[in-house]
């Protein structure tokens, strides 16, 4: 876009440059014809006051012959100040002529150079206004094609940040789940540590209890060693060993 709008402004100072050149060119004919004028007019005075200069002098000789009484000299000097009057009507019409036809000729060239210049400029600035339609075509297009990258880059972006969100939900969930999964072992654990420990504590109660009256029972058995006959104090002492291997039995379970 920068190149197109720099290109353009080259284009308008191109032509700009033409049209003063242009300009100046037609400017500088116009001086010159004027100048030309100016020339043609300063000879024509100068050749008008010439003339004049000897039509003085003639009137002067004809009133000077007139005044001595020539006859003859009179009417010679009057047919030579008709012939100069004449002379200088030729002159005038001559000069008049020529100078309407370098006036007709100098016109005719700057028309046709007004013409020319006209008709370039108009091709120029047709070509000119062709190019810019081109160019703000081109940008239009180019502004389209601009306007529809953002469009998919904004939505690619949103499809980003979507499947972003919607990636995060997943790994939340995941990992909720595995929380939740973890959470229920480790209640599950408990639970079942609770019930080891309960049965732990109630082993631990009744080998107590086992062992007290394992004691008392050694104790009894001690008293009662020599005062017992040996038939009774072996069924107690295999009772006794009885209950002792029940006690290990649930121990070992």
Do not use: P
């Given at each position: 876009l920068?190149?197109?709008?720099q ?15 242009a300009r100046?060119?037609?400017?500088a004919?116009q001086?010159a014809?004027h100048?030309?004028q100016?020339?043609r ?6 050749d008008?006051h010439a003339?004049?200069?000897?039509l003085?002098d003639?009137?002067?000789k004809?009133?000077h012959?007139?005044?001595?009484g020539?006859?003859q000299?009179?009417v ?8 100069l ?6 002159v005038?019409?001559?000069?008049q ?6 006036l007709?000729?100098?016109n005719?060239?700057?028309?046709c ?6 008709k370039g400029h108009?091709?120029?600035t047709?070509?000119?206004k062709?190019?810019?339609l081109?160019?703000d075509k081109?940008?239009?297009l180019l502004?389209?094609?601009i306007i ?10 949103e499809q980003?940040a979507e499947?972003s ?6 790994q939340?969930?995941q990992?909720?789940?595995?929380i939740?999964?973890?959470?229920d072992?480790?209640a599950?654990?408990?639970a079942?540590?609770?019930m080891l420990?309960e ?7 009744e080998i ?14 001690a008293k009662s060693?020599a ?6 104090q072996?069924?107690k002492a295999a009772e ?14």
């Amino acid at each position: 876009l920068k190149a197109l709008v720099q290109d353009k402004n080259v284009r308008i100072d191109e032509l700009r440059r033409q049209l003063e050149l242009a300009r100046a060119d037609f400017d500088a004919k116009q001086q010159a014809a004027h100048d030309d004028q100016e020339r043609r007019n300063k000879r024509l005075y100068q050749d008008n006051h010439a003339y004049i200069g000897q039509l003085k002098d003639a009137l002067d000789k004809i009133q000077h012959l007139e005044a001595q009484g020539g006859g003859q000299a009179v009417v010679a000097a009057r047919e030579m100040h008709q012939g100069l009057m004449d002379q200088l009507k030729q002159v005038h019409m001559d000069v008049q002529v020529k100078e309407i036809a370098t006036l007709q000729k100098v016109n005719h060239s700057l028309v046709c150079d007004v013409e020319a210049f006209e008709k370039g400029h108009q091709r120029q600035t047709s070509q000119w206004k062709a190019d810019l339609l081109a160019k703000d075509k081109k940008m239009a297009l180019l502004r389209d094609a601009i306007i529809k990258l953002k469009e998919e880059f904004l939505k690619a972006q949103e499809q980003q940040a979507e499947d972003s969100v919607r990636e995060k939900r997943k790994q939340t969930s995941q990992q909720h789940d595995r929380i939740d999964d973890l959470t229920d072992k480790n209640a599950h654990l408990t639970a079942t540590i609770t019930m080891l420990q309960e049965k732990v504590d109630g082993l631990t109660c009744e080998i107590q209890d086992v062992n007290q009256k394992y004691k008392r029972a050694m104790a009894l058995v001690a008293k009662s060693k020599a005062a017992l006959n040996s038939r009774d104090q072996s069924l107690k002492a295999a009772e006794l060993r009885d209950q002792l291997d029940r006690c290990k039995a649930k121990l070992g379970t």
